[in-house]
């Protein structure tokens, strides 16, 4: 632990040192979500008849899908433990750990047995492993964008923290392009042991990942602070002094229910809907180049974030979801593959926005950035989890059966784009001056 006996100055940021947490916060994020997001895949085609049984195979796909969701039950829980680290002992060694504890996890789902080998034990373990991923993913993307951000060079930080949100779409992506031959593969041969298959190459995911994470460099901005400065308990600090940021947080992020419809629900949509013209190993090939296409569009809004200020590109990404959702379920429904491609590439791209990562981080102080990211992130990303399973229950029969859907991914995305739009702009602004503007103690500038 840095203490301050060994920090007389704050080190100096150099452009060196951020393209390499750039680079290790996409790597090392692509990777990880890689392993959360197969889950979902995985979820939305087999888990139902191998982990629940039912009679009604709507009713075992919601049960499959309710489990995706819990992982979001433990992502608060792992933002504050992995946020209380962040702040007490440092971004780098707590990301390490983030990663060990999604690796380890997902290797072990891989090797879970199904309900007819182990009865009711096997869904139990299931969700315990899940839950252990979410942990995981709850300090994961608020680390490194935190990281990123504080190591970024003056009015760049949109675009350095980009390169965290890049990552998980290419994580993502690569979890849905995996799926493709899975799912390609004869019913049996899938249910009998090809779903294990992207789980159990985690180890290779887990090793390079740990190799990447342990080339970074502590923040500058942690290393300045001295032990003595640092909160003993960061969340005690956050909930007292920094309750109107932490709101605006959590609301802010309702965007990425948009992102979890996209990705999970629309392979349920296809998977479960008869007489649709498309196959599911369509809609994952879709899913798998959008996401490659939103590794660049998420550090091109990054970038314009710093140009022309984080709320007007917040408003166009929120705002412009809504129509680019709507044409995509229109398209898939019609059987339009131009269409789909089309709009599921404005739909994901304006939804898996870049800029989040700053933006956010950007409303907390250095002593409690880490944790207000993450717990605020976390806590609003909850009903994301669930709404591929809430989709599913709000889908009607007949062939505008999506737009309840819609309706309700249309509505966190307004409320998402008004919360932060109506905050302060702070792309112009140096660390130093938002920190003193959101003062961690009475002492300081004031509350946030």
Not at 221 to 241: G, H, S
Not at 277 to 297: E, H, M, N, R
Not at 308 to 335: E, H, K, N, Q
Not at 353 to 370: K, L, Q
């Amino acid at each position: 632990m840095t203490t301050s006996s060994d920090i007389t100055a704050a080190p100096t940021r150099s452009g060196k040192e951020a393209r390499r947490s750039a680079i290790a916060g996409f790597t090392g994020t692509a990777l990880e979500y890689y392993d959360f997001f197969i889950y979902g895949s995985a979820a939305a085609l087999v888990f139902g008849p191998l982990f629940f049984p039912s009679a009604d195979s709507t009713a075992g796909g919601i049960s499959a899908l309710a489990t995706f969701g819990i992982a979001y039950l433990a992502r608060p829980l792992g933002g504050v433990v992995f946020g209380h680290l962040g702040d007490r002992i440092g971004r780098k060694r707590t990301l390490v750990l983030t990663l060990l504890c999604m690796g380890v996890s997902t290797l072990c789902i891989g090797l879970l047995p199904t309900y007819a080998d182990a009865g009711v034990l096997a869904p139990i373990l299931l969700v315990l492993l899940r839950l252990l991923q979410g942990l995981s993913a709850g300090g994961e993307a608020s680390g490194s964008a935190t990281l990123s951000t504080e190591l970024a060079p003056s009015r760049r930080r949109g675009l350095f923290a980009s390169f965290t949100v890049a990552g998980a779409s290419a994580g993502g992506g690569l979890a849905s392009l995996v799926f493709v031959p899975i799912a390609a593969m004869p019913r049996e041969d899938l249910l009998a042991w090809g779903w294990r298959i992207p789980f159990l190459v985690s180890v290779v995911v887990l090793l390079v990942a740990f190799f990447v994470r342990s080339r970074i460099t502590e923040s500058p901005d942690f290393q300045r602070t001295a032990a003595t400065e640092r909160p003993r308990l960061p969340i005690v600090e956050l909930l007292r002094w920094h309750k109107t940021a932490l709101v605006r947080v959590i609301a802010g992020m309702l965007f990425a229910v948009s992102t979890s419809i996209f990705s999970v629900f629309s392979v349920a949509y296809v998977s479960q809907t008869k007489g649709l013209p498309l196959s599911v190993t369509t809609i994952l090939l879709v899913i798998a180049v959008c996401k490659a296409v939103q590794i660049g569009t998420c550090v091109f809004f990054g970038w314009l974030a710093d140009r022309i200020g984080r709320r007007p590109v917040w408003a166009l990404c929120t705002f412009g979801s809504v129509p680019a959702g709507v044409l995509y379920f229109w398209a898939i429904t019609d059987g339009q593959i131009v269409l789909v491609v089309l709009g599921g590439l404005v739909f994901s791209c304006l939804a898996s926005n870049g800029i989040w990562t700053a933006a956010f981080a950007e409303m907390f102080p250095v002593t409690v950035r880490y944790s207000g990211l993450a717990v605020g992130s976390q806590i609003g990303l909850t009903l994301t989890g669930f709404a591929p399973a809430i989709a599913l229950a709000l889908m009607t029969d007949g062939r505008y059966g999506w737009v309840p859907v819609m309706v309700f991914a249309g509505v966190c995305s307004v409320v998402s784009g008004a919360m932060v739009c109506f905050g302060r702009e702070t792309a112009r602004l140096e660390l130093d001056e938002i920190d003193a503007m959101n003062g961690a103690r009475p002492t300081d500038a004031g509350s946030a």
